[in-house]
């Protein structure tokens, strides 16, 4: 990236307590009572409801805004099970490490067992296995009356699989992804002609709830004037029925953190004729719903800088720029040299790409979510050096904007 020159701009001190104060936003983000902060839970209001109340103890004019998110959340009302019999026995395997619900899967609450088949041997009363999840396959697989449908699935580098909320429509079968090796081995079995078989359930249905975006007005632009929106979302996966934890630490309490951090900076460091806000955004997992509805009233010509993640700095911070955004990407570019925060393209699919698709210059920058969407995504893994060098870059960034607007 390349941009014109100007003179380095004064970002305020970056202490100790900064990072003190935004690991605390973090932790307290994480905590079990809010329960992993998923869209429309009692858990993801009552982040809501803390975040409101945390902004206006540091003087923003604070509010939430609700908005319904339909047909597009998925939950697990109670945990899914897969056993495998063989002829060595049966193995009860374990959720989240060995096999986890697929999004597209009918609501089965209850046991379904059936043998296992492969995809071109007697499939009716049978659990599938298949390579690849296809809808129409999945039709046809309910119309000759097959149990359900077995995935194979990859984990993380701890071994785990990450957890989703937003998928595709539901189809006919109850439908499970198993980790990849295991896949291998009833695949193995079935050539080999074992008798083997599958009881599994999927309690997984799509429910309709309410989102609600929190807002804090730091200071209103005079008419034409540069006015600038800091955004992140505060919504995680939640936890799952029985109390496994989704603390949501690095995706995205790290980036509301740095946000509502880099807010109370600015408010002291920026001409008086500057607008600056902050959207604390919720339903990003689920779809990014909560920006899309933002998105319907902000004012024109605002300019959004989306953090997602920032967790761990590796090598350099990922960086999406999208809609009228060349001299938001310029000031990005010269806050990166004077910072010290090396930037890269790279895809950023998150709430920036929301307002960018309403005709807002948008970027989304993101640096890292170590453990995503898993019970290891907690606070210690939330880096104090990679939350500064955030705040700074993003500092800069908005000061150099309010010297070239």
């Not at 004064?10 to 809010?34: E, K, N, Q, W, Y």
């Not at 049966?90 to 096999?99: A, G, I, M």
């Not at 198993?178 to 997984?204: C, K, N, W, Y």
């Not at 990003?284 to 509805?293: D, I, K, L, T, V």
Request: net charge negative.
């Amino acid at each position: 990236m390349t941009s014109p020159t100007v003179g380095p701009v004064a970002t305020g001190p970056t202490t100790p307590d900064a990072a003190g104060r935004m690991h605390a936003v973090v932790a307290r983000l994480a905590a079990g009572d809010f329960q992993g902060r998923r869209v429309g839970t009692p858990g993801g209001k009552g982040a809501a409801a803390w975040l409101v109340s945390h902004l206006e103890s540091l003087g923003a004019q604070a509010f939430t805004d609700s908005f319904p998110v339909r047909n597009a959340v998925k939950e697990l009302s109670a945990i899914p099970v897969l056993r495998w019999t063989t002829a060595s026995g049966k193995q009860n395997l374990v959720h989240r490490q060995d096999f986890a619900e697929h999004l597209a899967s009918a609501y089965t609450p209850g046991l379904v067992t059936g043998p296992i088949a492969a995809p071109d041997g007697a499939v009716a009363g049978a659990w599938v296995l298949e390579p690849s999840y296809n809808a129409a396959r999945a039709a046809e697989l309910a119309d000759v009356g097959a149990a359900g449908i077995v995935l194979p699935r990859g984990t993380d580098d701890a071994g785990l699989m990450p957890k989703m909320i937003a998928g595709p429509a539901a189809c006919p079968l109850p439908v499970l992804s198993v980790r990849t090796d295991l896949f291998e081995a009833m695949t193995a079995t079935v050539h080999s002609g074992q008798p083997s078989e599958i009881e599994g359930s999927v309690p997984l249905r799509t429910v309709d709830v309410e989102g609600g975006n929190v807002h804090g007005i730091f200071r209103t632009p005079i008419e034409g004037s540069l006015s600038v929106l800091l955004t992140a979302h505060f919504d995680g996966v939640g936890d799952d029925p029985g109390g496994v934890r989704f603390p949501a630490a690095c995706d995205n309490a790290s980036g509301v953190a740095v946000v509502v951090e880099t807010a109370q900076r600015l408010h002291g460091l920026l001409p008086a004729e500057v607008g600056l806000a902050v959207a604390l955004l919720d339903a990003e997992e689920a779809g990014a719903h909560g920006s899309a509805h933002h998105a319907t009233y902000l004012a024109a010509g605002t300019l959004v800088i989306n953090m997602d993640g920032a967790a761990q700095l590796h090598q350099a911070a990922a960086v999406e720029a999208s809609g009228p955004a060349h001299s938001l990407l310029a000031a990005l570019d010269q806050a990166g040299r004077e910072t010290g925060v090396a930037l890269r393209g790279q895809a950023m699919p998150s709430d920036n790409r929301r307002y960018a698709a309403a005709g807002f210059a948008a970027v989304g920058i993101g640096m890292g979510m170590p453990g995503y969407q898993t019970p290891a995504e907690t606070p210690n893994r939330v880096e104090a050096a990679t939350l500064l060098a955030a705040a700074d870059l993003i500092t800069a960034t908005v000061l150099h904007l309010s010297r070239t607007a």
